[in-house]
């Protein structure tokens, strides 16, 4: 049974900073792994997706890695900002036709000013 | 990218009524889903909403509880029926075509049962 695994479940960091948030899961047969930014009581953003055969991808100041023999992935936020406060998943989507993706528990994360 | 309108945004509801959510989708799409986000956790897959057929439900989560209607390739409802104040959470609705392609989420729906 898949298993998706973040830590830290909370950060607290000053504005500037770079940090790192990590993702395992426990089987590697996945498709993909997608990252998502959660607001307070609002729905999911797609922040990035990297597909099973890549090692990364990068958006403006985000930058995700995937080792999937391993079982890792880590998001890599640079010059983190007050507003990138929020609650960031990482789900992982299983070989199969099902489509569900299999979520990680989050990382709360707050930039103070 | 799929633009995902999910209705209401928000409800209170009293307990032992029923409230029913509706996903809309500017897009075709081959796969809708429906999740759970209880307060403080993760998202839990509810079902498949699989189109002119009956939903695939997850262990744990029932058609009488969560029935769920599919009648096209871009609507989806899904019903909380026989409400208790367990059920207060967030429900999402997500789409997707399957594969490694990536999968989009609606705003959510935020229900608190009193």
């Known amino acids: 049974k898949q298993e998706v695994t973040q830590i830290p479940a909370a950060l607290s960091v000053p504005e500037g900073e770079n940090l790192v948030l990590n993702c395992s899961f426990t089987d590697s047969a996945i498709y993909n792994l997608q990252w998502f930014r959660q607001d307070p009581g609002k729905g999911l953003t797609s922040l990035l997706l990297?597909?099973?055969?890549?090692r990364e991808q990068t958006s403006g100041r985000l930058n995700a890695s995937l080792d999937k023999s391993s079982g890792r992935s880590t998001l890599y936020i640079a010059a983190s900002q007050p507003g990138d406060s929020a609650t960031y998943l990482c789900a992982v989507r299983p070989v199969g036709n099902t489509g569900k993706l299999i979520f990680g528990q989050g990382t709360t994360l707050q930039v103070k000013p | 990218s799929a633009v995902i309108s999910q209705k209401p945004s928000r409800d209170i509801c009293q307990r032992g009524t029923s409230l029913t959510i509706q996903c809309q989708v500017d897009s075709q799409v081959t796969m809708m889903f429906w999740y759970r986000q209880q307060p403080g956790q993760s998202l839990t897959l509810i079902a498949t909403a699989n189109q002119g057929s009956e939903a695939t439900y997850e262990s744990g989560f029932v058609i009488d509880k969560f029935p769920i209607s599919r009648p096209n390739l871009t609507f989806s409802t899904l019903t909380v029926s026989n409400m208790s104040p367990e059920d207060s959470s967030i429900y999402l609705c997500?789409?997707?075509?399957?594969?490694?392609?990536?999968?989009?989420f609606g705003q959510g729906t935020r229900l608190t049962v009193v």
């Open positions: 990297i597909q099973s055969s890549q």
């Open positions: 997500s789409v997707g075509q399957g594969g490694n392609t990536e999968a989009f």
